[in-house]
């Protein structure tokens, strides 16, 4: 995204799971399985952010795998993700 400029992010549906893989900029997130692993949809080789809404229940992360901090995402609300190449860990957005 580049400020000043109209982004255009691509959407799409996918299943909790203790390992997930969007393929989409936001995911429409179905169920209520934690989540400890995020598959970069850019390959990992640079930074990156995703959106997540958890639709049909809050969804948990914890630490087992690659996102740094344990959070629970809340029903109908969006949820930012940032990947660090530096770290190859995602980062949750303040969450309130």
Partial sequence: MIP???S???EGALDAGATITPKTDI???TGNTAI???TP???GGFSGILFIVPLTASVATNT???VQNAVT???NQVTVLVYSK???KWYAGAIS
Avoid: D, E
């Fill in 4 to 6: 000043g400029i109209t």
């Fill in 8 to 10: 255009k992010l691509s």
């Fill in 27 to 29: 995911v429409r997130l």
């Fill in 36 to 38: 400890s692993t995020i």
């Fill in 41 to 43: 949809n850019f390959g």
């Fill in 64 to 66: 087992a795998g690659n």
């Fill in 73 to 75: 995402m809340p029903q």
């Fill in 86 to 88: 530096a770290t190859g």
